[in-house]
């Protein structure tokens, strides 16, 4: 996304008395990179996790602000984010990490760019990380289809469906407890212990 972007949205802002709503994104022309900056000034965080790797983060119970957010990071970056309310809160946690957050930070918090002073430190320590030579990328995520969890389920065990499948064993293993789980496998699979 170019430097001075610049969004130009249909409908118009609100001219009533009543307080605009803040929780969705303006109705006008605006630079989207600085509008996020402050959503990430605001309400999220950034820098580098304890294992040292970065990351950007937005906490948002707006639908509207999860997805303009998700969508300005997969036009930066390319990566598509699937992102659901946690179940404490009802909120959306929406994450990015390694060279996606890098991106971001390099992209949100330019030089000369109006920012908190502690989040423009953080962004410039998450912009600094580089991939460690001996660090795995990992490839295109493939996603699951109904045929390939019915054999999932259908498979003696995990190796099993991992040979039919052409998937990890972790892989299989991890899908089968997200279907059946542990609360869900004593109804479908009485006889395993769960």
Known sequence: MPA???????????RSAASPDWSRPRTCTFSERDYVRGLVDADG??????????????TTASDQ?????CRYAEDLTGAR????????????NILFT???AVALAREL???GCLALPRKLAAAA?????VRPPDMRKAGPRRTWTDEEDRILLGAADPADAAERLGRSVKSCAIRKWRLVGPRKARHRFPDTCA
């Open 125 to 129: 320590t998450a912009a600094s990380w």
């Open 81 to 92: 984010r699937t992102v659901n309310r946690n179940a404490r809160d009802g909120i959306y």
């Open 109 to 111: 918090y330019y030089p």
């Open 65 to 69: 602000l999860m997805r303009f957010f």
């Open 4 to 14: 001075s972007s610049a969004s130009t949205c249909t409908g118009s802002v609100s």
């Open 45 to 58: 965080a950034l820098g580098r996790t304890a294992q040292d790797l970065p990351f950007v983060s937005l």
């Open 98 to 100: 390694r060279e996606e």
